[in-house]
């Protein structure tokens, strides 16, 4: 079992950049195929980035690319999410979550291991 705790999220102004980590516990980090999502008042919770467990592949929601990279540093059992340009439409929950698999999950019901989540909100 893994556990996940998300930090690095706060309110930051249009055009702003941040950057989220997701740290894991256990040893075994290296096995996760590790995701980022985000959820906004009254919206389903939506697929932002994924990345394999080498961190040798990776997938990003349309919405998102070419501003956030998803990357992960398997010694220090984190992920993170690096986010540029931000825009008022971002502001949302934003959750990792982890699945021992060799693939790059985009699904949230394909995950087994969810973090709490941490809050970004992009004033305009």
């Known amino acids: 079992q893994v556990q996940l705790v998300e930090s690095g999220g706060r309110l930051v102004q249009a055009g702003g950049s941040l950057r989220l980590s997701c740290a894991a516990s256990?040893?075994?980090?290296?096995?996760?195929?590790m995701g980022w999502f985000r959820q906004a008042p009254g919206k389903e919770r939506e697929f932002v980035a994924a990345?394999?467990?080498?961190?040798?592949?990776?997938d990003y929601a349309d919405s998102v690319k070419g501003r956030f990279t998803i990357s992960r540093d398997n010694a220090k059992n984190t992920v993170y999410l690096q986010m540029l340009s931000l825009k008022p439409e971002d502001t949302a929950v934003y959750y990792c979550?982890?699945?021992?698999?060799?693939?790059?999950?985009?699904?949230?019901?394909?995950?087994?291991?969810w973090g709490q989540g941490t809050q970004v909100t992009v004033s305009s």
């Open positions: 990345i394999s467990r080498s961190g040798g592949s990776s």
């Open positions: 256990g040893r075994t980090f290296s096995r996760y195929a």
């Open positions: 979550a982890a699945r021992a698999t060799t693939l790059v999950i985009t699904t949230t019901r394909e995950y087994d291991y």
